[in-house]
């Protein structure tokens, strides 16, 4: 645990998280450089150069088992360290690794592009041939907008891309344009003859079967038919070029067949206004567009960037293999940095989403049983029913979390960006936390990546979405300083609660004696009796030790724990409501705005308490989320931020509030039981006064258990003694309710207050209940 580090590394620690922390969540925009690979994500370079640069010394060691497009490797290699880069999907991993293979000599590559070029053209003039309406000239359009279904090029859906008078055959840039300068026309019957001869042309496409995935947009029977994606003058496109390249020299024929994988996703049936990483066929307003134009300038790109690229490649290990294979090949401890991104959630699967290019490698994945039983994935394949379960993806994360402690120097790092799914927000930020601690981690920070994407930050604001990822960061803990578990249970945990009961509220100090008794209690609550064995006995010393200072025979708590301020009776609803406009208001102390992430990640911090009960009781309060959002902050949608609603109005003078100690009481009992329903209980229901023993409200909380609830309306200084406090607690019991509580205007006697510790009875007074009322009812009440 990071608390017991000493001061100096402690110290030397926190900076780092500090100088982390400012740079990390400063605005940052990607190199418009970096968008020559089809699938280059979120991720930026520079920020991972500054999280390697910041964690890993100078001889330090980088491992990426998830490596993907190779943002992380690229930066490791930036920053002069050794990086162990792993990706296991064919796609990713040939184009990821090309800039580490170079580019032909200026010779290699223009006879390469001459002698493609005489291969090629006389094909791509024929099937992309159009006429000029002004002078008659016939060459070769850069794309058409039409439908599909019904079929029409003459006169398909309007939209922002055509010209102002609707023109469809578009050739605009300077390069296409005609020698006349015409840049656009309608498609006319010069044009649909030349479709007509083109779908008579056969060639021989891949007739590839495609694992079914509705997410993916690989759907049954159509469309998981490989050369169903693709229009016939497409097709045609590929298979020459791919032929082509095939008669190209060794020297240049790698780096023109990863330009061509680069541009196959741009010959499907695509959207006007997508970039194709969409495998969705729609039925209107498609765009087809030249792919030789497209080759040729990905082409000048890719060797534009790589040339670029001063990569030492001696300080690079490169494979592809499933992360378990990977990591099992590395020794213990040689590790300094293991920074990934692994595919998060049912939104990530980019095995089965690369399906439409793995025809054009001479891959399957369909027949690939390693990689279908072994892929990190959520999948609603229905072929894929073994990775259908959250569960069993967690449980290779978990893995995941294992096998990088092995391999970490001691106190080194370990870096997740991740991006919690919308149902599960703060529970999966806390199942992280919980799977690092379980397995020799401390969390240490969870920072949002800052990386500027006007795309998501549409998307992100429609749905409630996470925008950027979160950044986890865990230190690797040495055997003496991980805690305690044994399965899901933190013993650590139950060791410092037996401490703590032992010592009372008021931290009296206790006998060995004592703290067996509490233990033998906390652990037969935990169903571990078995850790009372003789042969536990030492490691149960010395982790009591952490937390205590002995003087003879007494110890003594120190209050360096962090279960010191866990919340252990825990109403994750009720929590949410408390706490949603505290952090809105932390957020917003300077000022400023904050976005979605950033709330999200600060609710985690009040919602955890260090254990996985948390975990297994958010899911039901996930909905809460964005609804408090709503009620106390508004989105200004430019900024991309979050700024607190203004709920002070002219109602807020005392004048204008309600004095709930004049209120009738029948008004009162209703009030608190509209309060309990808006603290998250499923229920509560004002009962009759005759016979109820002093109970006003039956609430049901969210287990469907029972509680009862006291209302007592009194004027300041008519405080509550003990008395009602017994009678509402022999209530609970002969109702086997779970929990009562006395709420009241006014206070309690200090006899009140000992009565209400001994039953467990929740007591409020009069200022409590206010500042609580403050939350659901802003500027409304008042004592």
Not at 497 to 516: C, H, K, M, W, Y
Not at 656 to 665: L, S, V
Not at 760 to 769: C, R
């Amino acid at each position: 645990m990071y608390w017991l580090l000493d001061y100096a590394e402690q110290e030397d620690l926190r900076q780092q998280i500090i100088n982390l922390q400012t740079i990390i969540m400063q605005e940052h925009r990607r190199e418009q450089s970096e968008q020559v690979f089809p699938f280059i994500g979120r991720k930026s370079r520079s920020i991972a150069a500054y999280i390697i640069n910041t964690l890993v010394l100078e001889e330090g060691v980088v491992c990426d088992p998830f490596g993907g497009s190779g943002t992380f490797a690229y930066a490791a290699l930036d920053s002069g360290k050794k990086i162990l880069f792993n990706e296991w999907e064919p796609f990713a991993f040939r184009l990821s690794t090309a800039p580490f293979r170079g580019v032909p000599s200026a010779i290699e590559y223009s006879y390469a592009l001459s002698y493609f070029a005489q291969i090629v053209e006389p094909t791509m003039s024929t099937i992309y041939k159009t006429r000029c309406p002004i002078c008659g000239k016939e060459f070769t359009f850069d794309a058409i907008f039409f439908d599909r279904s019904p079929e029409e090029f003459y006169h398909p859906m309007r939209h922002e891309r055509m010209g102002l008078d609707a023109e469809n055959v578009i050739f605009r840039s300077n390069q296409y344009k005609c020698d006349c300068g015409c840049r656009q026309k309608h498609y006319d019957d010069f044009d649909e003859q030349v479709r007509l001869n083109v779908a008579q042309i056969d060639c021989e496409f891949p007739n590839a079967e495609l694992i079914e995935n509705s997410r993916l947009n690989f759907t049954a029977p159509t469309y998981t038919k490989y050369e169903n994606l693709f229009s016939n003058r497409q097709k045609i496109a590929l298979v020459t070029m791919r032929d082509a390249i095939a008669q190209l020299p060794d020297s240049a024929k790698g780096f023109f067949e990863d330009t061509f994988l680069s541009i196959i996703h741009l010959g499907k049936y695509t959207d006007y206004r997508s970039k194709s990483q969409d495998n969705h066929c729609p039925a209107n307003r498609l765009k087809e567009t030249n792919l030789y134009h497209r080759f040729l300038e990905k082409l000048e790109e890719r060797k534009s960037y790589i040339e670029l690229q001063n990569f030492d490649c001696s300080n690079i290990t490169v494979s592809s293999r499933d992360f378990r294979e990977f990591f099992s090949g590395l020794s213990s401890g040689s590790v300094d940095l293991v920074l990934t991104d692994p595919p998060y959630g049912d939104n990530a699967q980019y095995f089965e989403h690369a399906q439409r290019v793995h025809p054009f490698m001479n891959y399957s994945l369909m027949n690939d049983e390693e990689r279908l039983m072994k892929e990190v994935v959520i999948s609603n394949a229905p072929m894929r029913k073994n990775k259908h379960s959250k569960e069993q993806f967690l449980s290779d994360i978990e893995h995941l979390i294992t096998e990088a402690y092995r391999v970490l120097r001691p106190h080194g790092f370990l870096a997740l960006y991740f991006r919690p799914e919308q149902r599960d927000w703060i529970s999966d930020l806390n199942k992280l936390k919980h799977f690092g601690r379980k397995h020799g981690f401390e969390p240490l920070i969870s920072i949002p990546i800052d990386n500027r994407d006007p795309s998501m930050r549409v998307l992100a604001s429609a749905a409630w979405t996470f925008r950027n990822d979160i950044c986890f960061l865990f230190l690797r803990l040495n055997e003496n300083e991980r805690r305690w578990y044994e399965g899901d249970t933190d013993v650590d945990e139950l060791i410092y609660l037996a401490a703590f009961s032992s010592a009372t509220d008021q931290g009296n100090p206790f006998v060995i004696e004592r703290f067996n008794h509490e233990l033998q209690a906390q652990l037969r609550r935990s169903n571990l009796i078995r850790l009372l064995s003789p042969i536990y006995a030492q490691r149960i010393q010395k982790t009591l030790e952490r937390f205590t200072i002995r003087n003879q025979a007494q110890y003594h708590l120190t209050g360096l724990s962090p279960y010191n301020f866990m919340n252990r009776d825990m109403n994750a609803e009720v929590r949410l409501r408390e706490f949603a406009p505290v952090v809105i208001e932390e957020l917003t102390a300077n000022g400023s705005g904050f976005t979605f992430e950033e709330y999200v990640i600060h609710l985690a911090s009040f919602m955890e308490n260090g254990s996985r009960e948390i975990i297994e009781k958010l899911h039901t309060a996930n909905r809460l989320i964005p609804e408090l959002l709503s009620i106390y902050a508004e989105e200004d949608t430019v900024k991309g931020k979050f700024f607190a609603r203004n709920t002070v109005t002219a109602a807020d003078s005392r004048d204008d509030k309600t004095c709930i100690r004049t209120m009738e009481p029948s008004d009162f009992e209703q009030l608190i039981a509209d309060y309990f329903v808006k603290r998250g209980f499923i229920r509560a229901e004002v009962i009759g006064r005759s016979c109820d023993r002093g109970v006003d409200i039956l609430a049901t909380n969210i287990n469907g258990e029972l509680e009862l609830i006291q209302c007592k309306r009194y004027r300041e200084g008519n405080n509550i003694g003990s008395t009602p406090i017994q009678r509402v607690d022999s209530y609970m019991r002969s109702r086997h309710a779970v929990k009562a509580w006395v709420v009241t205007t006014s206070d309690f006697t200090s006899e009140g207050k000992d009565e209400a510790r001994i039953t467990n009875v929740t007591i409020i007074n009069g200022q409590e209940l206010i500042q609580s009322l403050e939350l659901y009812y802003p500027g409304r009440y008042t004592l």
